[in-house]
């Protein structure tokens, strides 16, 4: 029987796995650049944890989780986002004992029982960040503009912001009772789930993807129109540091993200290159969370962004240029006596720095030049009879097409500052 990854996840192979480490590695120096450290929460928590803080009536509580019970009967679930888990270690280990905020980024994979199709997968991975411990405004605005700035520097661009104000729990019971009044008298006409959503979770009604649902709620009332004060303080001086940092963005009025535990700043970049799943990373405010997971009353902020959905967008926009790396060196072994020689010598290759592949086998000159060229090493090395018999090794340079003889033992060195000097030097005799 032959198997295939299970419908919904994908294989990384080694000819794009290059992409996702040179992804990898340009979020890891965003973060770096803006005072995040890397955290690794557990694959999976405890059930609780995301009903209560993501929302029950949310469609990833309802429909989406992969939830299964231990052997020990406890209920445990896949993380299907990465914000809870991280607020859970932060409150379980103290990591504001450290002083606040806590800057913390991440690389996971989460999990999600969805229609799979371009740029939504059953496992997908995220990059993000949470700052933990301050509710400045000018937090908000920084980290949009740190996202801003890694999607603009992957080559991204163009992309839409897109903001909204939640408000705060107590501001937003008289928006959900003018939202539930405003919707009543088309309530039959709305989708099942809407209509479920009218009696248990009214907000998650402006965020439902069904188009004649849209339609129906396209004049309801404005979220910010029924923020308190304070929240509309904080909107107001988040826009103002979006401005400040040159961010054009659109207030979206139905925008409220797919989680309860939002709260004030949320926000999307949205692309015109994936049709349908048009949003690339999005985020917000959760002041509320941290209490709700059993941590003291803390503010938080933070981004996930979809790096498969990503990558489609880069493909889209023609900036994944380049490819996997190539070996230095292609080491080339001719003879019984040169296996075991050329084995040291590629030890001693890799202890200075070169990446270094060999041909197995035993096959002919020939075969193994041919492979060498096939691999885009810049130096092939050929080890044979002769060059042991003269204690050598013939060094070809791939590149400026020259070839030399090398010392055996000095080979490594010799290597090393020949890549220092100006190509019309050499490394050795012709």
Not at 113 to 133: K, N
Not at 375 to 397: H, K, M, P
Request: glycine residues 10%.
């Amino acid at each position: 029987m032959r198997y295939k990854a299970p419908r919904g996840t994908n294989d990384i192979t080694p000819d794009r796995s290059w992409q996702w480490q040179a992804l990898e590695q340009r979020f890891r120096d965003c973060c770096r650049l803006h005072g995040f450290r890397e955290i690794r929460t557990p694959i999976f928590e405890e059930t609780e944890l995301f009903t209560r803080s993501i929302g029950e009536e949310t469609d990833i509580v309802s429909k989406e989780m992969y939830t299964f019970e231990d052997r020990s009967g406890r209920s445990l679930t896949l993380r299907p986002e990465s914000t809870a888990p991280i607020v859970r270690a932060w409150v379980e280990h103290s990591l504001g004992a450290e002083g606040l905020p806590t800057k913390l980024f991440y690389i996971y994979s989460v999990f999600r029982y969805e229609r799979p199709q371009a740029g939504r997968y059953r496992q997908h991975h995220q990059f993000g960040v949470e700052a933990i411990g301050s509710d400045d405004p000018t937090l908000d605005a920084e980290i949009i503009g740190m996202a801003a700035r890694f999607l603009t520097d992957a080559g991204a661009a163009p992309f839409s912001l897109k903001i909204n104000s939640t408000g705060v729990p107590e501001s937003r019971r008289a928006f959900v009772q003018a939202l539930k009044e405003s919707v009543e008298p088309f309530l039959p006409e709305l989708c099942p789930s809407c209509q479920t959503r009218y009696e248990k979770n009214p907000l998650r009604m402006l965020d439902c993807k069904e188009e004649r649902c849209r339609e129906l709620t396209r004049e309801v009332p404005h979220l910010v129109d029924y923020l308190d004060v304070e929240s509309a303080e904080h909107f107001a001086k988040v826009r103002e540091g979006l401005e400040a940092l040159g961010l054009e963005y659109e207030v979206d009025h139905r925008l409220v993200r797919g989680f309860d535990y939002y709260t004030r700043t949320v926000f999307e970049f949205q692309t015109d290159a994936l049709g349908a799943q048009n949003t690339v990373c999005g985020g917000g405010r959760y002041d509320g969370l941290v209490e709700q997971i059993g941590g003291p009353p803390t503010p938080a902020f933070g981004f996930g962004m979809g790096v498969e959905r990503l990558l489609l967008v880069l493909e889209a926009r023609g900036a994944l240029k380049g490819g996997e790396p190539a070996p230095d060196v292609f080491l080339v072994r001719v003879g019984e006596r040169a296996q075991v020689a050329g084995l040291a010598l590629a030890d001693r290759l890799r202890r200075q720095g070169f990446s270094c592949e060999m041909d197995y086998g035993g096959r002919s000159l020939k075969a193994q030049m041919k492979k060498a060229g096939k691999s885009g090493a810049r130096f092939a090395l050929i080890l044979g009879e002769d060059e042991l018999a003269a204690g050598q090794v013939t060094a070809r340079d791939m590149l400026a097409q020259q070839q030399w003889r090398l010392p055996l033992e000095g080979c490594p060195e010799m290597m090393r500052d020949y890549l220092q000097t100006p190509e019309s030097q050499t490394i050795g005799t012709i």
